[in-house]
């Protein structure tokens, strides 16, 4: 069984807006059923590298929007996330008084609430941010590296050198690509002489 890329087992994150054009945020989760060492309970963040965002969920918030989208635990909010992440169906919108975030991945649009962390907090979280980034930027490239080093091993165990002659198409009766085929009235005995006419005798009527 092929070891799974660290990147599957971390916390997911996104890029927003989502598309070939450069990006402006960073999504991300963090908390129980993340896979992130806690720092409480799990919120959704977002980012521009300079000011964030977040869910600001207290337990019983938590518990609020779990009952109004049917959801058991914070973990069904993170897998959630992962795949509206992976389709590129979340949507961040700015608004004067905070912003909003849509996950419109699975039967019912999750629209959530996001508030101004402040200055200090969120110094703190996005200094944490970068480093863990730079941590599962190492270690998938270590990953890639040993990867990478293992594939020659396997091919040259899976396909040896194979060494033979080409054989004729049974069926076809036509020769293989390393068959030299015979010219027209070439010796088979001696291969590039051409072969003599048998000896016909006399013609008497010709006297």
Known sequence: MAPVPPSLLSPPLCTLPPG????????????????????????????????????CFTPESLAAVKARFGLN???????????????????????????????????LALDLNLSKVPGPEAATRLQALTLGLAERVCTLERW???????????????????????DPDPQRGIPGPGVRRRCPGESLINPGFKSKKPASGVDFDDL
């Open 144 to 166: 890639l590296t040993e990867e990478t080093a293992a594939s020659p091993r396997k091919s040259a165990r899976l396909g040896g050198p194979q060494q033979f002659l080409p």
């Open 73 to 107: 635990a914070a973990e069904d909010i993170a897998r959630r996330f992962r795949a509206a992440c992976e389709q590129r169906a979340v949507a961040f919108t700015l608004q004067e008084d905070g912003a909003s975030l849509t996950l419109s991945r699975g039967p």
């Open 20 to 55: 070939p054009g450069p990006a402006r945020f960073v999504c991300y989760c963090e908390g129980e059923g993340a896979g992130a060492k806690g720092q409480g309970g799990f919120n959704l963040y977002v980012t521009d590298a300079a000011e964030l965002w977040s869910t």
